[in-house]
Nanobody, 115 residues
Framework: QVQLVESGGGLVQPGGSLRLSCAAS????????MNWYRQAPGKERELVAT???????YYVDSVKGRFTIFRDYAGNTVYLQMTSLKAEDSAVYYC?????????WGRGTQVTVSS
C-alpha cells in the first residue's frame, strides 16, 4: 500500500524557515519523481518543486533561491527546506509521487506565515 505522509508544517513568522518532510512507503522510491505542490485558499494547486530521478531539480520561479528540495534515499523521505518565508507562501503543502506504476498524493501539511 502506497503511503505519503507529510509533516513539518506550522506557523512561522515572515523571514523564518521550515523544513517539510514526506515519508514514502509502498513503492520503489528511487524510481519516482518526487514533488511538492501547494494550494492556498481560493487558488489552484501549484507545483513548487520537483526532485527528478536523475538528480535534477525544478523550482517555480517564486521560490527559487529560497526553497530546496532534497531526498534521503536510505530513509525514503523527500524534504522541502523553506527559508525567507513570505506570507504568500502560506498554503497546504502536498507531497506527490509520479512514476512507472502510477501517481500518489499525500494528505498535506499546513504552512502559515504570519506575524
Amino acid at each position: 500500500q502506497v503511503q505519503l505522509v507529510e509533516s513539518g508544517g506550522g506557523l512561522v513568522q515572515p523571514g523564518g524557515s521550515l523544513r517539510l518532510s514526506c515519508a514514502a512507503s509502498g513503492f520503489t522510491f528511487g524510481e519516482y519523481a518526487m514533488n511538492w505542490y501547494r494550494q492556498a485558499p481560493g487558488k489552484e494547486r501549484e507545483l513548487v518543486a520537483t526532485s527528478f530521478t536523475g538528480g535534477t531539480t525544478y523550482y517555480v520561479d517564486s521560490v527559487k533561491g529560497r526553497f530546496t528540495i532534497f531526498r534521503d534515499y536510505a530513509g525514503n523521505t523527500v524534504y522541502l527546506q523553506m527559508t525567507s518565508l513570505k506570507a504568500e507562501d502560506s498554503a497546504v503543502y502536498y507531497c506527490f509521487a509520479n512514476g512507472p506504476r502510477g501517481n500518489h498524493w499525500g494528505r498535506g501539511t499546513q504552512v502559515t506565515v504570519s506575524s
